[in-house]
């Protein structure tokens, strides 16, 4: 477990992660990271829960018309 200690940053309330943590998740100094709210608590993560689930439907669709695509692609 790490504990995370809030303070104020300008007018901001926040925290500072860890060497560690950033390691782990694989961030650097100005990238994003998002927090979402899960059945457990809250989970922080490079990734982007809005984008994956876009990709996937764009996924769905490229799968249904692969034919077409394929045509158009010519």
Do not use: C, W
Request: aromatic share 8%.
């Amino acid at each position: 477990m790490i504990t995370l200690k809030a303070r104020f940053i300008g007018n901001s309330l926040g925290v500072t992660l860890p060497r560690e943590v950033t390691d782990r998740l694989k961030v650097k100094s100005g990238d994003a990271v998002y927090l979402t709210e899960s059945p457990d608590g809250y989970r922080l993560t490079p990734y982007n829960p809005e984008f994956a689930r876009q990709m996937s439907k764009a996924e769905e669709v490229m799968h249904r018309y692969r034919d077409a695509l394929k045509q158009l692609s010519k």
